[in-house]
């Protein structure tokens, strides 16, 4: 026995045969559309007028969104090997200028306190990583009625 199965696409707008399918991302949220040539190239037009205003964002989240001509590239590029000291003495420059600083949260008491209030009420709790918000509360409600009891 064979099984054939046959998929067709229809266009999402009209619901007849689509031709292209389209993945766009808006708002947070991807999407995919399935269109005819018709539909797909009202789609293109309508993405191509926003798309000439709209910065670029490179892929992988690390490189600087760019505007879209910026991104296009020039007629006639410098030479690679005259570019390139001067791009890495750029990146040492900038690196240099901005250290890297650890995130730090700057309300509520500090770990180090109530991991040694914890040893002392004989909770149990892990020298490093996060601390329960529970117990955070539990340490922040016995601070507040010692203070209450002063």
Do not use: C
């Not at 018709?38 to 191509?48: L, V």
């Not at 709209?54 to 991104?71: D, H, I, L």
């Amino acid at each position: 026995m064979a099984i054939k199965t046959v998929v067709h696409k229809v266009d999402d707008i009209d619901g007849s045969p689509a031709t292209k399918t389209f993945t766009f991302s808006w708002a947070g949220y991807k999407y995919h559309i399935d269109l005819n040539d018709a539909h797909a190239a009202s789609m293109k037009a309508d993405f191509d007028r926003w798309a000439k205003l709209a910065r670029r964002e490179r892929y992988g989240g690390r490189q600087k969104a760019v505007p879209a001509a910026a991104a296009a590239p020039a007629a006639k590029a410098a030479p690679k090997a005259a570019a390139k000291p001067a791009a890495k003495a750029a990146a040492k420059t900038k690196a240099a200028a901005k250290p890297h600083r650890r995130v730090t949260k700057k309300n509520g008491p500090s770990p180090s306190e109530v991991r040694a209030w914890a040893t002392e009420q004989g909770i149990k709790v892990a020298d490093r990583g996060r601390i329960a918000p529970a117990l955070v509360e539990q340490f922040l409600a016995a601070k507040a009625a010692i203070k209450a009891a002063i």
